[in-house]
């Protein structure tokens, strides 16, 4: 069985199937405005259970980045090294994700990013039926892969860094 490959089921088969297409999806409340990721079936900030599905606009800044050296688990062993980041969304949301192409001057904090999808091979043995068949990640957007997932961008409500709800 392949663990590598994130499930889906009745609730993010939307999320997956828009990655599948090139779009990047969040979720946003209509209670108290915040959008928010990863996709939940309540807001995080107000615990309304009024949350729609929005498109990114795929936009993103680099919040922090480590390059994986070394992981023993297949498949990421044959991909290292690699570098697993946290992005600013431009909607707002914090994501985890992996940067591509950052090119030979390598990463740095508030660098601009746009979304890519990477094919993910889910026919292959072990892997659960309806598996997700790409995932978000993210790249400079002078890297060269074809950018995807652009759509009109849709402000998060202001707050100061550090308030709480």
């Given amino acids: 069985m392949r663990f590598d490959l994130p499930g889906t089921d009745a609730f993010t088969r939307p ?39 929005e498109e990114a606009s795929g936009a993103a800044t680099l919040y922090t980045w480590s390059v994986v ?40 904090v508030g660098m601009e990013l746009r979304v890519a999808f990477r094919p993910l091979n889910s026919d292959a043995p072990g892997t659960a039926e309806g ?3 790409a995932v978000p990640v993210f790249r400079p957007p002078s890297s060269g892969w074809a950018s995807q997932g652009q759509s009109s961008s849709r402000c998060q409500p202001s707050r100061s860094p550090g308030a709480r709800w």
């Fill in 69 to 108: 050296h070394r992981n023993d688990l297949p498949p990421f062993d044959a991909r290292a090294p690699y570098t697993a980041a946290v992005v600013d969304l431009a909607e707002g949301p914090r994501m985890m994700t992996e940067l591509i192409g950052a090119g030979e001057d390598g990463p740095h």
């Fill in 131 to 133: 598996a997700a068949t």
């Fill in 15 to 53: 999320y997956w199937d828009a990655a599948a297409e090139g779009r990047l999806l969040i979720r946003r409340c209509a209670a108290c405005g915040w959008a928010h990721h990863y996709p939940r079936e309540f807001c995080p900030y107000c615990w309304s259970e009024d949350v729609a599905w």
